[in-house]
């Protein structure tokens, strides 16, 4: 048995995915917001976003948004506009590594695709897509500087080329997600085992 330590990470990002949410700005134009904190369980998605963000803002004003999940060839597309915010006033907290952009679009190299059920556009690059709806916002953390946004997924989109055909399974042969683990990028790795749930 291994012996422990106690220790004190700066961060907890252990390991999530990478996820783009689209949502729509006051003047309707559909800004970008990348995270790296999101779960689902059933047809839920719950989004922690920061309150000094633009994503939140947008989503206390119009609560309709596209979950875009971008694959591990988008690394860079990704970390281009991380460092940006559709905020026109950079807040206070964020000015000495992040910069207003009104056109993430462009500086990502992603081409919008109307949506189906929303307004916001969806993201063609991202090999999933999920149209989603805000059902319930909670202050998270004793400072009360985030927000775990509750969505309901209204439509799922997906590229064919990781779809196995005649069904609606992920190929996990040809899905390669991306995950942020200390603030590094990481691919999804070989797998190691199937649970007794999955669908054959």
């Known amino acids: 048995m291994q012996p422990t330590i106690t220790i004190t990470p ?8 990478v996820l783009l949410l689209s949502t729509l700005m006051p003047d309707g134009a559909t800004n970008i917001t990348p995270i790296s904190s999101g779960w689902a369980l059933g047809d839920s998605y719950v989004l922690g976003l920061g309150l000094n963000g633009q994503a939140a803002r947008n989503l206390a004003l119009h609560d309709r948004l596209v979950i875009n999940i971008p694959d591990a060839s988008q690394v860079d597309a990704v ?3 991380a460092p940006t915010t559709g905020a026109r006033e950079v ?22 695709r109307a949506s189906e ?11 999933v ?6 059902t319930r916002t909670t202050p998270v953390g004793v400072d009360g500087e985030a927000v775990a946004v509750e969505v309901r997924v209204l439509r799922t989109h997906a590229h064919a080329a ?6 609606s ?9 991306m995950y942020y683990t200390f603030r590094h990028y990481i691919a999804q790795g070989e797998e190691v085992g199937v ?3 999955a669908e054959q």
């Open 169 to 177: 399974h992920i190929d996990l042969r040809a899905w390669r997600p």
């Open 117 to 127: 059920l929303v307004r916001p556009v969806r993201i063609a690059e991202c090999p």
């Open 91 to 112: 807040p206070a907290a964020k000015r000495a590594r992040f910069r207003h952009e009104p056109d993430k679009w462009t500086l990502g190299g992603f081409t919008p």
């Open 79 to 81: 970390e281009r506009i």
């Open 195 to 197: 649970s007794f749930r």
């Open 129 to 134: 897509q999920m149209e989603a709806a805000v």
């Open 10 to 17: 700066s961060v907890l990002y252990f390991g999530s995915q």
């Open 162 to 167: 990781i779809v196995e055909q005649g069904t």
